[in-house]
């Protein structure tokens, strides 16, 4: 059964404790201070392939987050 809101995940880096965030300018990833600029995914999936992607490249794996 589908819920009536939309799943929101975002990622948060371990050691900082920033969200991460595209930059729109760079299009690189960045750690903000503020969930509202995350990067936010509509699918657990989608977040946790994406976190393990960027944990291969920049040596650490961030946190999945799921938002109220």
């Known amino acids: 059964m589908r819920s009536p809101t ?3 995940y975002v990622l948060r880096q371990n050691r900082s404790g920033s969200y ?4 729109n300018q760079t299009q ?8 509202e600029a995350a990067w936010s995914f509509h ?3 989608g977040a ?5 992607l960027i ?3 920049h ?5 999945v987050v799921k938002l109220a």
């Open 28 to 35: 690189s990833i960045e750690g903000v201070a503020s969930v």
């Open 59 to 63: 040596g650490e794996t961030p946190d």
């Open 43 to 45: 699918s657990h999936e």
């Open 6 to 8: 939309a799943e929101r």
């Open 20 to 23: 991460l965030s595209l930059n």
């Open 48 to 52: 946790v392939s994406h976190a393990l």
């Open 55 to 57: 944990g291969e490249t």
